[in-house]
């Protein structure tokens, strides 16, 4: 009775995390609860799976991401709204400067890689740390670092309004860090 309650109450307790990852995940309210449910539920039912002594958040997080992505592979073929009445019914937005400033963080968030976007979350607005995000996604720490690197300067170059295009980064030209000049000098090239 006692390992039940308690670990109801590390369920419980986990769901803010849940809610925020959730929403700034899939980027609606709506879906993002719905994903919380999805995990809670499945979380109490493969209660007895979850190894003591390891951490409940992360192993809530990793449910889910998962259940985040497979939901987002079906949605992908999904058509909405094709004839646009819906779009008609949205109310216009509020005229506040955050609401501005949301919206285009949301908007960039979006428009990240699945990968860097879930990196960025964790480590940053969820404040784990670069294990916890790693053991989450399944991939090394470096692997994490790189995505969260990645994933903030194209941030920024999106919520600045200078993004570039992918085929313009592929083509630009590659330099090499840590000259005691400050100059960034080009790499050297690998045959």
Not at 54 to 68: D, G, Q, S, Y
Not at 80 to 85: A, E, I, N, P, T
Not at 150 to 169: F, N
Request: aromatic residues 6%; proline residues 3%; contains cysteine.
């Amino acid at each position: 009775m006692t390992t039940a309650l308690s670990a109801r109450e590390a369920l419980v307790s986990t769901i803010p995390q849940l809610r925020a990852f959730a929403y700034w995940l899939c980027g609606n309210k709506d879906w993002g609860d719905d994903l919380v449910q999805d995990t809670l539920l499945s979380g109490w039912k493969h209660i007895d799976s979850f190894r003591v002594g390891t951490e409940m958040t992360a192993w809530l997080f990793t449910i889910l991401r998962n259940h985040f992505r497979s939901v987002h592979r079906k949605r992908r073929r999904w058509v909405d709204d094709v004839d646009g009445r819906l779009a008609a019914k949205i109310p216009t937005a509020g005229g506040q400067d955050g609401w501005a400033t949301s919206a285009d963080l949301r908007y960039a968030l979006a428009r990240l890689p699945v990968s860097q976007r879930e990196a960025v979350l964790l480590v940053g607005a969820a404040g784990m740390s670069v294990a916890q995000a790693a053991s989450i996604c399944g991939c090394g720490g470096g692997t994490v670092k790189s995505r969260v690197h990645r994933g903030r300067i194209r941030l920024a170059q999106l919520m600045e309004g200078d993004a570039v295009s992918a085929s313009d980064e592929a083509s630009a030209p590659k330099t090499r860090r840590g000259s005691t000049s400050g100059i960034e000098a080009p790499a050297a090239a690998v045959p």
